[in-house]
Nanobody, 117 residues
Framework: QVQLVESGGGLVQPGGSLRLSCAASGNIFSIYAMDWYRQAPGKQRELVAGITITSGDRTNYADSVKGRFTISRDNAKNTLYLQMNSLKPEDTAVYYC?????????WGQGTQVTVSS
């Protein structure tokens, strides 16, 4: 079992930046990939960005965030990050951290990001 705690959400104006963090604990050695998802009101949860630890930290991004968001991790701190720049109102959602392990997926509780003037 892996426990995930997200932080860093908040209210930001269009064009602004935020950095989300996801602290992992528990059986972290079972993690082979980590992802950020988001879910806007009335919409399905969607993948925003992912990092595959067992493939040399290969990253992937949704087309809607390419060039604006950057996923990274600090292995020493067991923390995943999502740097979000040039934020748009359509980025408003609850952002969730996910850890893929050898025995299943684990989710954090989510952090709200609101982009509004």
């Amino acid at each position: 079992q892996v426990q995930l705690v997200e932080s860093g959400g908040g209210l930001v104006q269009p064009g602004g930046s935020l950095r989300l963090s996801c602290a992992a604990s528990g059986n972290i050695f079972s993690i082979y990939a980590m992802d950020w998802y988001r879910q806007a009101p009335g919409k399905q949860r969607e993948l925003v960005a992912g990092i595959t630890i067992t493939s040399g930290d290969r990253t992937n991004y949704a087309d809607s965030v390419k060039g604006r968001f950057t996923i990274s991790r600090d292995n020493a701190k067991n923390t995943l990050y999502l740097q979000m720049n040039s934020l748009k109102p359509e980025d408003t959602a609850v952002y969730y951290c996910n850890a893929d392990t050898t025995v299943g997926s684990n989710w954090g509780q989510g952090t709200q990001v609101t982009v509004s003037s």
